[in-house]
């Protein structure tokens, strides 16, 4: 069966500092990945999807920026992040397009101080 | 262009009685519908998925919802609620012609439901 994870659970960084966080997939082959964010209280907002290697699409401007150097590895990376960028990230998967459901990992809880 | 209402951001219902969530949707397509549930620091979990068979679809946990298309409504039930019933419920619209994100996916705002002991 298929399982995702995402790692760290929950972090705390200051102002300024880099920001890496992983996901990956288990099961599935040549998957759809999309990292979102959750605001409190606000709802999903799709920050990055990537149909496969290398292949990256933003649907935001911001500060952050996402990378899949594995088939079944995407990563939310930031230089230097800012007060704005707390919140809830999750990353989901999909296979094939238009009815796929998506796939959802169990989120990261970012707290920038 | 395709949407999907929320039409309440809270729900509260007591224990033992029925749950009401709804829903509403615009697309120019036929699109696929879903209801996801989300619980406090938690993933979002898929509770059922409509993609133009039967119109009243069975998901997990009891929950069931209807496709209305002349309503352009999917509104999700239950008959009973549980305390663990308690959490955040998106409905989501998939179309890739709609002009929605990835995939053509639109998420609803949520609606935070709240069980009553």
């Known amino acids: 069966s298929q399982t995702i994870h995402q790692w760290p659970a929950t972090l705390v960084q200051p102002v300024g500092s880099p920001l890496s966080l992983e996901c990956t997939v288990e099961g599935t082959s040549n998957p759809n990945l999309y990292w979102y964010r959750q605001a409190a209280g606000r709802g999903l907002q799709l920050l990055f999807y990537s149909v496969g290697i290398g292949q990256i699409s933003s649907e935001v401007p911001q500060n952050l920026s996402a990378s899949r150097p594995q088939d079944r590895q995407f990563i939310l990376s930031s230089k230097k992040l800012l007060l704005s960028d707390s919140g809830f990230y999750l990353c989901?998967?999909?296979?094939?397009?238009?009815?796929?459901?998506?796939?959802f990992g169990p989120g990261t809880r970012l707290t920038v101080t | 262009a395709q949407s999907v209402t929320q039409l309440d951001s809270h729900v509260s219902v007591s224990e033992g009685t029925p749950v009401l969530l709804r829903c509403n949707y615009s697309?120019?397509?036929?699109?696929?519908l879903f209801w996801y549930v989300q619980h406090p620091n938690k993933g979002l979990q898929l509770l059922l998925k409509?993609?133009?068979?039967?119109?009243l679809v069975k998901g997990i946990n009891g929950f069931e919802a209807e496709f209305k298309k002349s309503e352009t409504s999917f509104h999700l039930t239950k008959p009973s609620a549980h305390m663990s019933d308690a959490a955040e419920y998106f409905c989501?619209?998939?179309?890739?012609?709609?002009?929605?994100?990835?995939?053509?996916?639109?998420f609803g705002k949520g609606t935070h439901l709240i069980i009553q002991p």
């Open positions: 989901a998967w999909s296979v094939g397009t238009g009815e796929a459901e998506q796939y």
């Open positions: 697309s120019s397509y036929s699109p696929s």
């Open positions: 989501v619209v998939s179309d890739p012609r709609g002009g929605g994100g990835a995939d053509g996916l639109t």
């Open positions: 409509y993609t133009s068979a039967a119109t």
